[in-house]
Nanobody, 114 residues
Framework: QVQLVESGGGLVQPGGSLRLSCSAS????????MGWYRQAPGKQRERVAS???????NYVDSVKGRFTISRDGAKNTVYLQMNSLQPEDTAVYYC????????WGKGTLVTVSS
């Protein structure tokens, strides 16, 4: 059974940075496109960044230039470096495949507030 575990969230002031990590057990996701998603209170989950198996990245406009997605195949881990965080980035962040989702993990809460 595949289990996704997200970590690295927390409380940060506007303009601050966080690095999220996503590890997986029960699967080798190096052959799949992976994404970071977020769900803010009262809003639908949205994908903010994705990375293909070959390393091609894509971002939603609201995070371009501030967030960077990367992956380490040897560690079976996907990362999201988030810089210049703003209050509107506050959400629970999840990782998952881009196509054919695994069961969702618990996510990691990012709160941007002064």
């Amino acid at each position: 059974q595949v289990q996704l575990v997200e970590s690295g969230g927390g409380l940060v002031q506007p303009g601050g940075s966080l690095r999220l990590s996503c590890s997986a057990s029960g699967t080798d996701f190096s052959m799949y496109g992976m994404g970071w998603y977020r769900q803010a209170p009262g809003k639908q989950r949205e994908r903010v960044a994705s990375i293909s198996s070959g390393g091609t990245t894509n971002y939603v406009d609201s995070v371009k230039g501030r967030f960077t997605i990367s992956r380490d195949g040897a560690k079976n881990t996907v990362y999201l470096q988030m810089n210049s965080l703003q209050p509107e980035d506050t959400a629970v962040y999840y990782c998952n495949r881009v196509v054919g989702n695994y069961a969702w993990g618990k996510g990691t809460l990012v709160t941007v507030s002064s």
